[in-house]
């Protein structure tokens, strides 16, 4: 694996993610009580020995940089690194990067300097799940392939909202259809126990959807980006067109993975975490860690609390609280009488002087944290909220829009989204 650089696409402005995305990159979005999307895709290359790593960012990216500076260091003896490269403009480039394509092309000339690299993984820095691209890796030379995509098996009531390809009995695709409907979905069908399906699972999932990973053989990956330059996107474009004339193979990954783009998605996908018995994703897999931050936290303390299936963050202070299927992060403070059902509280960056003994009682601003008696269900707290006393964040009347970033939150998909560093005083009712 050692011939292999990593390029992470840092994504755009994360439009479909506000207001997470606010004041970060969306691979700097918070995962799980601890963890930041980044580093699901940076674990799975140090886990699969690839550690020539780059991530390529162009909006909002200090914290994603801060994260990424503080989480990743490699020893001296050890040829690795992971480094942040945001878009810039050039005497002979004044744009942004227009596109996934477009992104890599801009940094062509860094990755061309690196003489020890035969293959280019391309990855994205917003979706969930394990894989070892070993054996990605293992495909794509045993096939002897130019380009190589990761595609996923899916059902018909899903097929639509994926890019999907037709492949041959070798592998190779030869068709693609960006989310096809009705005869056009139909034509997409194909037989994906030559992939490696068994013929009962085949026949349930009989469409394979791009996962938005590449391998390329690294002349390959120049040549396509060098002779077009118009073609800003790997998916719709670059690789459509390659298939004509180059090697283009399937890898199947038949196991969990999630788009976590959107509110409604991200917000799902971490609340499965805490599903019983058996969760689509798990962090306690110590072949394969999701690597982060490491804080130096103390542990959390909950003190007379009924919790149940829930995640709750290192450092954090609990009292006389309910709380259910709920993830908590890092430095939450949760005050006696609260009930939080079905939400994701982000925690804090840092404590407050005092975080240990601070009650609601005895303040004279509204600190950190959860407030007496108030009550969240279905919703996102991001990081630094101050929520006041018997606040109730509800959305009884059942709201799927909402903007008011005014009064320091959103609601997208009937999900209520309290902004970072947002202020809800005593006695709010959303």
Not at 154 to 179: C, H, N, P, Q, Y
Not at 317 to 335: D, H, M, P, Q, W
Not at 387 to 403: F, Q, R, S, T
Request: overall charge negative; glycine content about 6%.
């Amino acid at each position: 694996m050692k011939k292999v650089l990593s390029i992470i696409l840092g994504g755009g402005a994360g439009t479909r993610l506000y207001p997470l995305t606010k004041m970060r990159a969306k691979p700097a979005v918070p995962l799980g009580g601890k963890h930041r999307l980044i580093d699901i895709p940076i674990s799975n290359c140090i886990n699969s020995d690839i550690l020539k790593i780059y991530v390529l960012t162009q909006f909002n990216s200090a914290s994603l940089n801060k994260h990424v500076s503080q989480s990743y260091g490699f020893a001296g003896f050890q040829q690795g690194f992971v480094e942040i490269l945001a878009a810039q403009q050039t005497p002979e480039n004044q744009e942004w990067f227009q596109g996934t394509a477009d992104a890599v092309r801009q940094y062509i000339w860094l990755f061309e300097e690196i003489d020890d690299v035969d293959e280019y993984l391309i990855l994205s820095g917003d979706h969930l799940y394990r894989m070892d691209y070993r054996a990605f890796v293992q495909h794509h030379r045993a096939t002897n392939a130019d380009i190589t995509l990761s595609v996923l098996p899916i059902d018909e009531a899903r097929a639509s909202s994926f890019g999907l390809m037709k492949v041959d009995e070798s592998g190779r695709i030869t068709d693609f259809s960006e989310k096809p409907k009705g005869d056009d979905l139909k034509h997409m069908q194909v037989d994906t126990s030559s992939l490696g399906l068994s013929t009962d699972e085949a026949k349930l999932k009989p469409f394979i959807a791009s996962m938005g990973i590449y391998l390329f053989k690294r002349d390959v990956l120049i040549d396509l980006l060098k002779q077009e330059p118009k073609y800003t996107d790997f998916g719709k474009e670059i690789i459509p067109n390659a298939a004509k004339d180059h090697n283009v193979q399937a890898y199947l990954f038949n196991d969990y993975w999630e788009d976590i783009g959107t509110i409604e998605a991200f917000f799902n996908a971490n609340l499965a975490l805490v599903r019983q018995p058996d969760p689509p994703f798990s962090f306690y897999n110590e072949s394969a860690p999701i690597y982060t931050r490491a804080r130096y936290l103390p542990p959390t303390k909950h003190l007379n609390c009924q919790i149940s299936n829930s995640m709750i963050s290192e450092g954090c202070i609990l009292k006389e609280c309910e709380i259910s299927n709920s993830v908590i992060g890092i430095r939450t403070r949760i005050e006696s009488g609260c009930v939080i059902r079905d939400s994701l509280l982000m925690g804090a960056d840092y404590y407050q002087p005092n975080f240990e003994r601070q009650g609601s009682r005895d303040r004279t601003t509204i600190p950190l944290g959860i407030g007496a008696g108030s009550e969240i269900h279905h919703a996102i707290i991001d990081k630094n909220a101050r929520i006041g006393c018997n606040v109730k964040i509800l959305n009884k009347d059942h709201v799927e829009e909402a903007e008011r970033e005014d009064e320091g939150f959103y609601i997208r998909s009937g999900i209520v989204t309290v902004i970072r560093n947002a202020v809800l005083l005593d006695d709010t009712v959303i």
